[in-house]
């Protein structure tokens, strides 16, 4: 690795520990509008990352990928989240089941248990390094936070954030074990999360408009 | 030859959807999609003949990919799309004229419906992996509006439950095809093509063992919420008895074999990388947790679609159960399952469907003496429990014997006896509520009639040919079972 290759890998390095603040931000937040910012600010950090390794690395495919995240993640999807939570006059606050302290203490415990995780598929890349594996344990945090927000906070915005969070988690994984997915494959998951984000867009509305809140403990007269 | 099926496998259902879209007579609906489903299946028939002579079929530049397990998944699919086509002409007519579908719901299914047809072919025919998972997250957003398609509190938050649980599961699978990627890319050199299956399967034994492993748990877990494996199962239920009958009826006999197809697929991928009973062991868990799960909530059931669900849960894990065990004739055993679970799911889905129009409930107390009111439709449901509940001489009891004697052959004594319980204990249950549906007393409450002579026809047909498979296996489905047990072995 030359010299230049280094600092892009260090620049990478604060961008991954950035994504992960967000994400942390995102556990202690209380309000939606917030949510919604700090993911459309994560998902930019991530697409710097991409951008460093299309450019910096020379791995030109994940261009596409980059310029996607930023349509679809940074731009599109929160402004669809902050038209839905408008225009159906959510209550702005978040509804807890864990609150803040206990949270932050458990997704703490996460990147530890995160790092463990991410250790032995490190250890396998032999030899051929790539300059973004660092981030590798940040990114497995990632989808481990999302899996968290989508438990322990209740309202359907906050779920899909949650699993926005994953699927940000992946991508980064992605970059940092292959340098992503083959072109085409990233596309089609491009495709399906922006599909998934305007079916449950629609759904929040169609929730809305049948039991008047969309807190997923009306969601309750299913059991057995 | 090869690019001109895939294309039509493809295309088809893909075009009666757009058409379906824009169209708004009932009558060009119906036919349109049973045209299509006909069409397809027909074209599966051609695919399954044509791997049986050429073992592999794959389109030029190597996007698509069919061998005979592809083969024998897109006959059992699209057969199951084509009764469930023909099903819903007779299904929505009764609800138009009883003024409980609007026309826009009625559009929107159809066009769903075919949306649904093609993500799962989609999902049998790619060589890719990346696009068997794209496929396979398609597939639950195609059918997230079909469950929520009558709009009511309780369809709606089932469908989100099963749109969140399903894309979470799907969402931790990506990773795992991703470490699978990783692993690959050590071995293969061109990255274009490491995703390949024809790619992966000629180089499985060099990939790295520890890789694969941590890759196939999550895999696993991703699959295996989509299939309804315990304990990711909880939004089957739900969703199978919300959403509409034949909607239901074709994710029962449809959708879960498209997520075991890929566990299949990365079954015999991790089991050559890894060696030993790491893949066995963990799939002989999953099926008996699956079977055993369900036990307390059959037995103490109110609703007869959850009941259907839970059987489906089930099923699910028997197939798992005999991939785990892992040898030439437990394959043969669990192949042999799918395609007598998906002819007997559709027979219990969709003569209950008859049952709840008539009775209006899904409750099952409420239904008493279906045998007088509904008698044909009540009959058939009672001959599909019996079929589905292993009751010789159908053709789920040869299947479920098969992998029974495959288990014990291989020396898995007590999981194979644990297997025995479960299916015997869960016999109880399943005949004496359909049995308390069907015979007992004829209560006051009214009855809006018997389906339509059409109806009947098809699902006498799938009882019969339920008879058939417990009696004699037709030659050329046994063949292409056998090719597709040595696709796991070759």
New interface residues.
């Given amino acids: 690795m030359g010299p230049g290759a280094q600092t892009i890998s260090q620049y990478i390095d604060i961008l991954a520990a950035m994504i992960l603040v967000t994400a942390f931000l995102i556990v202690s937040s209380r309000s939606l509008t917030f949510y919604v910012r700090l993911f459309s600010l994560q998902s930019f950090f991530l697409a710097a990352v991409a951008l460093l390794v299309a450019i910096g690395y020379g791995e030109m495919h994940i261009l596409t990928a980059a310029i996607l995240t930023i349509v679809v993640k940074v731009v599109a999807i929160p402004i669809v989240l902050n038209k839905i939570t408008d225009a159906i006059k959510v209550r702005k606050e978040i509804d807890f089941t864990i609150n803040v302290t206990v949270s932050l203490l458990i997704c703490g415990g996460l990147v530890i248990v995160a790092d463990s995780?991410a250790q032995?598929?490190l250890s396998?890349q032999?030899g051929d390094t790539l300059g973004v594996s660092r981030v590798l344990p940040a990114s497995i945090a990632m989808?481990m936070i999302g899996?968290f927000i989508?438990v322990a906070r209740k309202k359907?915005v906050t779920?899909l954030i949650g699993?926005m969070t994953?699927?940000n988690g992946?991508f980064l994984?992605?970059l940092a074990?292959?340098y992503g997915?083959?072109m085409?494959?990233e596309v089609?998951?491009f495709?399906?999360i922006l599909?998934?984000t305007l079916?449950?867009g629609v759904?929040m509305f169609?929730?809305n408009r049948?039991?008047e809140s969309i807190s997923m403990d009306t969601?309750r007269?299913?059991r057995? | 030859m090869s690019i001109v099926l895939f294309s039509i496998l493809l295309c088809v259902p893909l075009a009666a959807s757009v058409y379906c879209g824009l169209e708004t007579r009932r009558k060009r609906l119906e036919t349109a999609t049973w045209i299509a489903s006909a069409i397809t299946f027909g074209s599966s028939i051609w695919l399954a003949a044509a791997v049986l002579e050429h073992t592999t079929l794959s389109s030029p530049q190597g996007w698509f990919y069919a061998d005979a397990l592809s083969g024998l998944l897109a006959l059992v699919v699209s057969g199951s799309s084509l009764v469930t086509a023909l099903y819903s002409v007779g299904y929505f007519r009764r609800l138009a004229r009883e003024e409980r579908v609007s026309s826009r719901e009625t559009r929107l299914f159809y066009a769903l419906f075919n949306v649904f047809v093609f993500t799962m072919m989609f999902v049998l025919l790619a060589n890719n992996l990346g696009f068997l998972w794209i496929g396979t997250e398609a597939t639950t957003l195609g059918t997230t509006f079909l469950v929520a398609l009558y709009d009511r509190e309780r369809s709606l938050e089932a469908a989100w439950k099963y749109v969140i649980i399903c894309s979470v599961g799907i969402a931790l699978a990506l990773f795992g095809i991703m470490l699978t990627y990783f692993s690959a890319l050590h071995v293969v050199p061109s990255s274009a093509n490491a995703l390949n299956w024809s790619t992966l399967v000629s180089v499985a034994g060099q990939l790295d063992p520890a890789i694969l492993k941590l890759a196939f748990v999550f895999i696993l877990v991703g699959f295996g919420t989509k299939a309804g494996l315990a304990p990711m199962h909880t939004w089957k239920p739900d969703a199978y008895a919300e959403a509409p009958t034949p909607v239901s009826a074709l994710m029962a006999a449809g959708l879960v074999n498209i997520a075991l197809y890929a566990l299949m697929r990365f079954h015999i991928l991790v089991h050559r990388a890894v060696g030993g009973s790491f893949v066995s062991t963990l799939f002989i868990i999953f099926g008996l947790l699956s079977m055993g799960i369900v036990i307390p909530f059959v037995l103490m059931q109110r609703d007869y679609k959850r009941l259907l669900a839970y059987s489906s849960i089930e099923h699910v894990g028997i197939i798992v159960f005999a991939l785990g065990i892992a040898t030439p004739l437990a394959y043969f055993g669990a192949l042999l399952h799918l395609v007598n679970n998906a002819i007997a799911k559709l027979l219990v889905f969709l003569s209950a469907g008859n049952i709840r129009l008539a009775y209006r409930s899904k409750i099952i107390h409420r239904v008493s003496g279906a045998a007088t009111l509904v008698p044909f439709s009540a009959t058939l449901f009672l001959v599909g429990m019996f079929a589905v509940t292993g009751w010789p001489p159908f053709g789920l009891f040869i299947s479920e014997f098969t992998i029974v004697s495959a288990g014990f052959a291989s020396g898995a004594i007590w999981e194979s006896s644990a297997f025995i319980f479960f299916v015997t204990a869960l016999f109880g249950g399943f005949i004496y509520y359909a049995g308390r549906m069907v015979l007992g007393p004829v209560t006051a409450m009214q009855s809006t009639g018997e389906a339509d002579i059409t109806t009947i026809i098809l699902l006498t047909v799938l009882a019969v040919s339920l008879l058939v498979m417990g009696i004699w296996i037709p030659e050329p489905l046994r063949l292409l079972l056998h090719r597709a047990v040595l696709v796991f072995q070759q």
């Fill in positions: 995780v032995p598929i396998a032999t989808i899996l989508m359907a779920q699993l994953m699927e992946l994984s992605g074990i292959t997915m083959p085409i494959v089609g998951i495709f399906d599909m998934a079916i449950l759904f169609r929730i049948t039991f969601l007269s299913l057995h």
